[in-house]
């Protein structure tokens, strides 16, 4: 059996993510309990031409620094369990107060579907967003949904196996800084990616490490040592 | 190298300044992305938030306006209070006459009407005649400002404070809560998430006062501060002793929550995202009805239920003699010296400790035990409760001194339990009771010695 494909929903507090994630996958979903937390995923699966993807509800949460432990599992769940897809889920009515989230999960990880929720409340309120030119400029689909009245269904998990099957290439523009935090990534990144590899974005790291923050840290370590004793056992294994 | 290594040097190439930088950065990015892809037609109701806004949260006027709403809050209040007060006073009083006459009426004993209409009747309706109009006015007021959109913008002025002092923005919210209750208050600290934040709040959050207290700081402020003065000016020169009170406990909180933030509880305060709903025209009606009605009321039969048992062991202790002195006079006699060293005395410092588990029994509880003591005068009105300070040799030291032991000392039982409950831990939880305690014991020490000094009392 393959791997499930496994999609992650990111998003601030109530901005329809929950209801996004109950219209997609109805009742077929369960509770997972995640290792070392007591903080509890909802999980659950679509069919969608002939394949499973599952879904998985991330805590709603401002930012994704180390500031409590809603944040440190929709992060760690991002960075280190790598979904194939992550969606960010905004309000369209306060997207300048959103985007923050979604520009910090753009430098965390590749694929990046942002899906700007409530559109049908914005249009209201006459707001009009320019989906196409987010997409240029952030490198990753934009896509305009309602979660209450299903709209925009389709074309959001016809994006998702697009970007599963490789149709659609993320290449998410990051974030530049000022040239003196840039001058101390420049520094650091590249011992970090020696030792990471790409299983972690080095520059997202990097930045992380000057900004102090220990939990990072300390999650790191302890996934090293992991893949550590797992590479002696499996290298014993294979001698003995 | 490791990533230990990597962690130290990062360290030293990196400045305490970088998180706000990247946050910085991240918010323009956000609004830059904002300004290109989102195309707003203003309602007219956006452009009045964003004028109101301009002036309610500009960095200039801001406070003053916050201090100015404040101010007229309690103005309101005082003002609006002392004629049903004085009104609800009498009413008692002329009712006790009645009620005395039916207890001689029926050949009762006179343990009996000690009880129940010197210690009981007398320590509740006192709760209710200076508690009730203050009580009724402040609530819906302050609810009306809320209802309005006010509030969250005085927590975002606040967050700018709030963080210089390693604190959270929210505690604001927490703070404004605590005018209300400071029980109540302490569990509403949950909207914190950090948890090194969130204590800071819980151990702060006495120094507002709640309602209990409101009582005793506009009697006292009104009986003492402005003795000199009349009419409208007298209610303003009380408005203006209870507002600097009120921002004294502000400046503690501040002080107490640096120092903490320095020492015990290190660290730097989280980033959070304050919305700013738009201003409503309140709904007057359901506002002040709801507030006024319900909450006062509820607040009332609280006070009531721990005033009435208060009530009658104040009167019992007072009038049970060993030998010739009552235990009242033992424990007042034994508090005596203490108290003065705070400029206060022996029946305040009682009350402070049999107030224990609510403060709103304090003000009843001292009363009670100068009228076990002193000349039995008829209290029913405002002038003759001020004689019977000043035959106990009050000052404007006493009474300003109580009013800052009052706001300073340590939270309510009801208050403690709940911070245990919330903390889980006997730690914190005596800590609460600690620095406050010492604070409110610092304070009118200072003060009182220093008056002493100079010669003004």
Known sequence: MTNPIRIALAGNPNTGKTTLFNALTGLRQHTGNWAGKTVSLAEGNVQF?????????????????SNSTDEEVARNYIVFERPDVTLVVLDATSLERNFNLALQILEMTRNVIVCINLIDEAEKKGIKINERLLTNRLGVPVIKLSARNKVGFDLLLDTIERIVNGAIE??????????????????????????????????????RLLDGDERLLDEIKNRLQLEEVKKTNEYRTAIL | MNIEQLYSEAQQLSS???????????????????QEGVTYSKSKSDTKTEKLDAIFTSPLFGFPIMIVMLGLVFYLTIAGANIPSSMLAEFFGWLENYITAFFTFIHAPEWLHGVLVLGLYRGTTWVISVMLPPMAIFFPTFALLENYGYLPRVAFNMDRIFKKVGAHGKQSLTMAMGFGCNAAAVISTRIIESPRERMLAILTNNFVPCNGRWGTLIVLASLFMAANFTGGLKSLVTTGVIVGLVLFGIIVTFFVSWVLSKTALKGVPTHYTLELPPYRRPKFFDTVIRSSLTKSWTVLVRAVKVAAPAAILTWVIANIYIGDTSILMYMVQFL?????LLGLDGYIMLAF??????????????????LSTGALTEVDNLVDLKNIFLEQGWTWVTALNMMLFSL??????TTLINIYKETKSKKWTFLAFLIPTVIAILVPFIIAQTARLLGWI
Not at chain 2, 336 to 340: E, N, S, V, Y
């Open chain 2, 408 to 413: 300073l000392h340590y939270p309510c039982g």
């Open chain 2, 336 to 340: 005596d010296p203490f108290g003065q």
């Open chain 2, 353 to 370: 400790i049999l107030g224990m588990p609510a403060n709103e029994i304090v003000f009843p509880i001292l009363l009670m035990g100068y």
């Open chain 1, 170 to 207: 993320c290449n998410p523009t990051q974030m530049t800084y000022s040239d003196e935090i840039e001058e101390q990534i420049k520094k650091i990144e590249p011992y970090i990616r020696e030792m990471v590899g790409d299983r972690l974005s080095s520059r997202w790291v990097s930045l």
């Open chain 1, 49 to 65: 031409k002939g394949k499973t993807y599952h879904f998985i509800d991330l805590p709603g949460t401002y930012s994704l620094f």
């Open chain 2, 16 to 34: 305490p300044k970088l998180r706000d930088e990247i946050v910085h950065h991240l918010y323009k990015r956000s609004s830059q992305l904002c």
